[in-house]
């Protein structure tokens, strides 16, 4: 059997691909414990400077792996919880992770998938992909990536999205304020690239301050917002990369 999961590292870009073209890249237990153990990998690796995460074949992710969804209905609900659980740890490790995580959408990507693509900082779908969280046509609840919606899209485009399991297009999903940029289908690698690259080049430092800025200022006053900023913008001044970057700009 082939690998769930394949990663290797490029120039400070740490690819993540789901590895299962044939379930549509479903979503298994296994194939969860992979992704956390590449995530590990990508956090205490110093030559990582940015996540890839793809999808092998036509689609990104369908979702749970529906044969396990189906066996779960005979395990216990304390069994069940903790298989969830660490599926959203996925979502909460790409967060907290120091380094940039970006997306690569293509095809369909549904349910929890769709929830993994937009757990990254940064999504770029092609133009052809399709979004959505069919779980309630099934008899679910889009319990694991309700968070994330609620978080990215207005409450009642999230909520119709979670209660009528529709799909959006690329584009509708651009508007909804899910993905980040929409490209040609053919463009869709070249993009994430040119874009990783970018990134891996940036400064390891700017780049995890910004991102831990802009998560912290979640549930803030606009004061307390002012004022993290203010002592963010003192730590960027400490580091070796801003002194670096500050005498070249001053001897161009």
Same mark, same amino acid.
């Not at 074949?57 to 044969?67: E, I, P, T, V």
């Not at 609620?150 to 993905?179: M, N, P």
């Given at each position: 059997m082939s690998e769930l999961v394949l990663t290797s590292l490029d120039a400070g870009i740490?690819?993540?691909? #789901?590895?299962?073209?044939?379930?549509?890249? %479903?979503?298994?237990?296994e194939t969860v414990e992979r992704l956390h153990q590449a995530l590990e990998q990508a956090d205490m690796d110093a030559a990582v400077r940015v996540v890839l995460l793809r999808g092998a074949?036509?689609?990104?992710?369908?979702?749970?792996?529906?044969?396990e969804l189906l066996a779960s209905a005979d395990r216990t609900m304390e069994e069940n919880e903790a298989t969830a659980l660490r599926l959203g740890q996925i979502f909460e490790r790409m967060r907290a992770l120091p380094k940039p995580v970006l997306?690569?959408?293509?095809?369909? /990507?549904?349910a929890g998938g769709a929830?993994? %693509?937009? /757990?990254?900082? #940064?999504?770029?779908? +092609?133009? +052809?992909?399709?979004?959505?969280?069919?779980?309630?046509?099934?008899?679910f609840v889009p319990a694991m990536v309700a968070? #994330?919606?609620?978080?990215?899209?207005?409450?009642?485009?999230?909520?119709?999205?979670?209660?009528?399991?529709?799909?959006? +297009?690329?584009?509708?999903? #651009? %508007?909804?304020?899910?993905?980040s940029r929409v490209v040609a289908d053919g463009d869709l690698e070249r993009e994430g690239m040119s874009l990783a690259r970018r990134l891996a080049e940036s400064s390891a430092s700017a780049l995890a301050l910004t991102k831990r800025l802009f998560f912290e200022?979640?549930?803030k006053s606009f004061t307390e917002g002012i004022r993290l900023g203010a002592r963010v913008n003192a730590v960027a001044r400490s580091t070796p990369d801003f002194r670096a970057a500050i005498a070249r700009f001053l001897t161009q």
């Open positions: 740490f690819s993540i691909t #789901l590895n299962r073209a044939e379930k549509r890249n %479903a979503l298994s237990a074949g036509k689609d990104f992710c369908a979702g749970a792996d529906l044969d997306s690569l959408v293509q095809g369909r /990507a549904l929830g993994l %693509a937009s /757990a990254a900082d #940064l999504v770029i779908v +092609s133009s +052809s992909t399709q979004l959505g969280y069919p779980e309630i046509q099934r008899g968070t #994330l919606l609620r978080r990215s899209a207005g409450e009642k485009i999230a909520l119709d999205l979670l209660l009528s399991g529709r799909t959006l +297009s690329a584009d509708e999903a #651009l %508007a909804a304020g899910l993905v200022l979640e549930g």
